[in-house]
């Protein structure tokens, strides 16, 4: 009997001509990605070593969490034209702003007390579908709002609530300030088209793009999310109850209400910050201040008319930065602006001869609306800080150390100094700080702990996890090893104690 030969082998062992090899070659050289696939795909022999006690199949996860992954990409947001200018904010928040953040107390209703109402009503808004009515929220996120009025609950076809269940957010928006809903699906061997939402952009999660949360989406899954270029906070839709509405109350008149009918409701989680918040101490916050009283100066300079000359006071800027210096005021006038002391300017600042005012654009660049907000919350963490009784040039690491050296006897001074520890630690800066770092795999976050403001395992802890060992601990060791080393020093079990003959008898019994 003969055996067959098989043709792969047989012609394996055949030398190839120099024309066949120079095709194989140019094939090879052609097609990089599929001879990669090719020797991902290939099966490897497994094989098992007793003395390999390295279990290196342990940490490839952290190989894998190392590994760069893309990024999601950045939404394109346009803001209101009154937020680009910064003329719905205040240059500087006063205590009463700071202790009720984005939290104004509501003027109630006296007793009895008659008011105007009047309901209103969206033309065309029933009998619109689904498809009609994301393509009409499409077409008005396109148009841009350019007036204050264009920002009141009164306008516009549908309105969304968002109800925040974080009950200290690292960052707010102001007012005017623009947000996209963004659904994020991580899709397990489908597509996108069999999800279908209410409002917002899809985004397909894929394996090589970093999650956009802490938390991990699995596959056939999907999360939902307000996104901005501030913080990015998953969402869930509530439905509204049919007895809920709308008030709407204008400003400065207490006589008349506007009733309106919500779109929707929208619960929102824990914010996690794409900016970080400046230490109150740092060198980003005296760059703001500079940055933003010159901005100020220059649309003061601005709003005069062009035919008349162009001056200012200096009270008018005195009023809006009351925590600012005579003397600071008058460093950023000189940048710009003379002094007159006689004529018909006499006591106003006017526009140096052959200064040309930055255009609306630089203005914006120089403060953008996230650099207030930025701001504002870093006075939000200070002023709760005072209101401790905590100041913020106190070191969180002075105050760590001590804690963790035991240098602090009084169990009453103890007890206080944890207290201390923790609020400096969950500062606004500190968190945004840890986040930042923990999303870049640059340190790792305790997750549980006093940084769950409610306290039920709902919400991540921020604060960061300390990478070295406890250093009581250590000297506790330390102390250990001093000690059973003592307790062999000067006894009969020293072998410095015995003589020449004593130390043979013992070497030979040992072997």
């Not at 199949?57 to 950045?74: D, G, M, V, W």
């Not at 394109?76 to 928040?93: G, W």
């Not at 000067?490 to 030979?508: F, H, I, N, P």
Request: charged content about 30%; overall charge positive; aromatic content about 6%.
């Amino acid at each position: 009997a003969t055996t067959p030969s098989l043709p792969s082998s047989s012609s394996s062992s055949q030398p190839q001509s120099q024309p066949d090899q120079e095709a194989a070659e140019t094939v090879k050289s052609e097609n990089p990605d599929e001879q990669q696939i090719e020797q991902l795909e290939r099966p490897k022999p497994f094989l098992y070593d007793a003395f390999n006690l390295s279990i290196d199949e342990l940490y490839s996860i952290t190989r894998a969490a190392n590994t760069k992954k893309q990024k999601p990409t950045k939404t394109e947001i346009t803001h209101a034209i009154p937020a680009l200018k910064l003329s719905l904010v205040k240059p500087l928040l006063d205590v009463a702003d700071l202790r009720n953040f984005h939290r104004p107390r509501a003027k109630l209703f006296k007793p009895n007390e008659k008011v105007k109402g009047t309901i209103l009503r969206i033309k065309g808004q029933r009998h619109q579908t689904k498809q009609q009515m994301m393509q009409e929220q499409e077409r008005r996120s396109l148009t841009t709002f350019k007036k204050k009025k264009d920002l009141s609950g009164k306008e516009g076809d549908t309105i969304f609530l968002f109800e925040y269940t974080d009950e200290q957010p690292i960052l707010l928006m102001n007012v005017g300030m623009a947000s996209k809903i963004i659904n994020y699906i991580k899709v397990d061997g489908g597509t996108t088209s069999q999800y279908s939402f209410e409002a917002g952009e899809t985004v397909q999660l894929t394996p090589n793009m970093q999650n956009p949360f802490l938390g991990d989406v699995q596959p056939g899954k999907y999360i939902r999310s307000l996104d901005n270029q501030l913080f990015r906070v998953p969402i869930a839709r509530h439905e509204p109850k049919k007895t809920d509405f709308l008030l709407i109350r204008p400003l400065g008149d207490n006589k008349r209400v506007f009733i309106r009918e919500i779109s929707g409701l929208y619960c929102t989680g824990q914010v996690q910050p794409l900016q970080e918040v400046h230490n109150p101490t740092s060198k980003s916050v005296k760059n703001y201040i500079k940055n933003r009283l010159q901005t100020y100066i220059y649309r003061l300079f601005k709003r005069e008319k062009i035919d008349a000359q162009r001056r200012i006071r200096i009270n008018d800027i005195q009023a809006a930065f009351p925590g600012q210096s005579e003397t600071s005021i008058r460093k950023r006038l000189k940048d710009c602006a003379d002094f007159q002391r006689g004529g018909d300017d006499s006591g106003w600042w006017t526009l140096k001869e052959g200064i040309t005012l930055p255009k609306e654009e630089d203005l914006r660049k120089m403060v953008s609306p996230e650099d207030v907000c930025v701001y504002e919350s870093m006075q939000v963490g200070v002023q709760r800080l005072a209101d401790l009784g905590i100041s913020t040039s106190l070191s969180l690491t002075l105050v760590s150390l001590a804690l963790e050296q035991d240098k602090i006897k009084d169990e009453k001074i103890k007890a206080a100094a944890k207290i201390l520890e923790e609020e400096l630690l969950l500062a606004p800066w500190n968190l945004s700080q840890n986040f930042s770092q923990a999303i870049e795999y640059k340190t790792f976050l305790q997750l549980t702990g006093a940084g769950d403001l409610p306290g039920k395992g709902d919400f991540f802890n921020f604060i960061k996890q300390p990478q070295k060992p406890h250093p009581q601990k250590r000297t506790k060791e330390k102390k250990e090893t001093i000690s059973s080393k003592a307790s062999v020093t000067g006894t009969d079990a020293d072998l410095r104690k015995l003589s020449l003959e004593e130390s043979r008898r013992v070497l030979l019994s040992l072997g």
